[in-house]
């Protein structure tokens, strides 16, 4: 269980400093899909950079159960990591290894299993994903969508209690996108695996939340059931899950207004 | 027209504080990444952290036995061009056959650590801050950070130590190779009698002289892996990025290198 109380974080200082997320709370249940959904550049990578202890927040706290993990030093903060898997968004593999080696890493530096059985362990792992077979490639000779997996298959070796996924579906193709959505899934009901999802893809958010979060610049707009989402009648909810290119969801990423902006540029001659 | 004179030394005198900031930052940076390097590579061995043998032996041979060969050419080229440089002069004198000695105390003492280090910043280090900051850029320190694990203890301590068996290693065959192109030079060219030029060679040659310099080529090898590492640690953004900070790194580590020499030269020279 995860919950983030009062989150504030802002980047740069000055002129360009930008507020990305501003007294933003949400919960994790345990055993449930999470799904954080939002435009992009709206700070769904943020919140998860700030869960995992990545970023430290400029204020607020976020609670790993019941642990406060915000100003945590960097030994209290690995055993919290510990329960954690991550799937980056760019699959983040270690490029002088081959697959076998990137999902046998966890296994080897964590626990004292023989050599046998973590193989058997990396089998079972890479047949969950559907590659087995891909044991020795390196990861440059691999396709794009196959990393993705791969990535999860290593975010899963250990068996955490909480999983991230930083958009585990965009850029594969749909039959993928239903196994990854399916074992996301599983990993939660069966294995009552805590799962949090950053995610553009709606219809795969529908599929698989138990809950989901909007976001819209740092700020939650509308949380609940995937039901209840599509229900809403918040025009920017409407907006997002209709695509619609006019709305209150601006396209443009300033937090500052363009009439504003031009009125202040001088001009030389 | 006084008030925009003032204005400009204001902002040039804030420039100058700012950047005097930003060098501070970097030298506390380099010092807690240096501080932690060392920690986890000779006292967390000692508290049952065993250090990572098999991606050190890999980069012993990356960046020792890969790079002999241009060291050595190198070092056999110093060692000829000193004897004919200096043969001139001592010709002068009539003293041909000290050139053995002045070639031999010139390399072991000198030219064969500076030389080896500066070889090796241009091949290692620019490799090293190229490897480290292409990881750093695709989120791959990222993900062993998350996975609770060191990167520094993963990544730069192999290399540290690689680094710190090899160069002194590499600068003893170097000297090795200078002396015998000096001694080439000498017998052929110069015509001085072989066992004259050794006599004279080993006469001039102290143990502290050899000692000296591979205290050097060591300090060396700290300097090219942290210089390395840091500016490769520090990359945000892209491919760019990393360009330009392995550019950096060879630069910085290079002048870093001969300013330490000469620090330690006159530290040597005094202490004698
Ligand atoms: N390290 C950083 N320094 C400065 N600004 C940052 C940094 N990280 C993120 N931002 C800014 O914060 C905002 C939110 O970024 P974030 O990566 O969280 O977006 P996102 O919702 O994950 O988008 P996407 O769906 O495209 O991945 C962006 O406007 C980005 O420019
Ligand atoms: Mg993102």
New interface residues.
Partial sequence: MITIRNLKKTFGEGDKKMIVLDNFNADFEEGKVTCILGGSGSGKSTVLKHMIGVYQPDSGEIKVDGENIVGMNREQMNKVRKKYGIMFQSGALFNSMTVEENVALPLREHTNLNETTIKIMVKMKLEMVGLRGAEHLKPSQISGGMLKRISLARAISLDPKIVFYDEPSAGLDPISIGVIDQLIKDLSNKMGITSIVVTHELASAFRIADKIIMLFKGEIISSGTPEEIKNSKDPRVVQFINGLPDGPIPFSKSQRDYGEELKEMTFYN | MTAQFFGYIGRKTFRIKDTFADLFKEISGVYHLTRHTLYCSFIEPLRGKPIKWGSMWIQMEEVGVKSALIVFLTLFLIGVILAIQTAYQMSQFGAIEYVGALVGVAITRELGPLMAALVMAGRVGAAFTAELG??KV???I??L?????DPVKFLIVPRFLALIVMLPCLTILGNLMGIFGGFLVGVTTLGIDPIIYMDRSIEALQVKDVFSGLFKSGMFALIIVMIGSYLAFVIEGGAEKVGQNTRSAVVTSMILIIISDMVFTAFFFFLE
Wanted: charge should be negative.
């Fill in positions: 292409t990881m695709s989120d791959e990222l993900a950070e998350t996975m609770a694990l």
